[in-house]
């Protein structure tokens, strides 16, 4: 069966520190990828999503970036983070076909606080 | 540009009643809608799917219906559990087939 997993569960940050959070996937290939943001009382904010390696497409400008490495990995980054980049982190993945009506899955998220 | 609308007022429910979420959408025309289940601190669960054509859905306890027409779907949850508690979000697929995600409606099943 396939399983998302998300590290860290909680991170502490101060501002203009680095950031970086990861996302694997286990049981599957070549799967879409997606980075969420989520604010309280909000809905999901998709940031990045991927449909293959070294493929990442931006929906929001910001001081994140996002990558891809291997197959199922999937890397969120930051080089200074500000205040607003204060929320919960979600990595999702569904099957790799795209336009379908296939359910995302998503790993248990970071709640990232910065100082 | 395309909305979706949930409500955000929480949801307090009697144990055995029904409950019943809206989730209404402008400027889209989707081919099909999702409902998920988020836990406090979790990533949201695929509950449902439903398709256009489709008038009306059901798993177990779980009913799900979809009006293209009023533009609206209703997610409801007969013989409500406590353990049904929990924030219900409601997703479409935007033009390129990426979600666009409401911001859920919290259910509240007291004893």
């Known amino acids: 069966s396939q399983t998302i997993h998300q590290w860290p569960a909680t991170l502490v940050q101060p501002v203009g520190s680095p950031l970086s959070l990861e996302c694997t996937v286990e049981?599957?290939?070549?799967?879409?990828l997606y980075w969420y943001r989520q604010a309280a009382g909000r809905g999901l904010q998709l940031l990045f999503y991927?449909?293959?390696?070294?493929?990442i497409s931006s929906e929001v400008p910001q001081n994140l970036s996002a990558s891809r490495p291997q197959d199922r990995q999937f890397i969120l980054s930051s080089k200074k983070l500000l205040l607003s980049d204060s929320g919960f982190y979600l990595c999702a993945w569904s099957p790799a076909v795209w336009g379908s009506n296939q359910p995302q899955h998503f790993g248990d998220g970071t709640r990232l606080s910065i100082l | 540009s395309q909305k979706i609308e949930q409500n955000s007022e929480a949801l307090n429910i009697q144990e055995g009643k029904t409950a019943t979420l809206t989730c209404n959408y402008t400027n889209y025309s989707p081919a099909y809608l999702q409902w998920y289940r988020q836990d406090p601190g979790r990533g949201p669960v695929f509950l449902l799917l439903i398709r256009e054509n489709e008038k009306e859905k059901r798993k177990e306890r779980l009913k799900v219906t979809f009006d293209t027409t009023l533009k609206q779907s209703l997610f409801h949850i007969t013989a409500s559990q406590p353990a049904d508690s929990a924030t219900y979000l409601c997703?479409?697929?935007?033009?390129?087939?990426?979600?666009?995600f409401g911001a859920g409606t919290q259910v509240v099943v007291t004893p």
């Open positions: 997703a479409l697929p935007d033009s390129w087939g990426k979600f666009q």
């Open positions: 991927s449909v293959g390696i070294g493929q």
């Open positions: 049981g599957t290939s070549n799967p879409n």
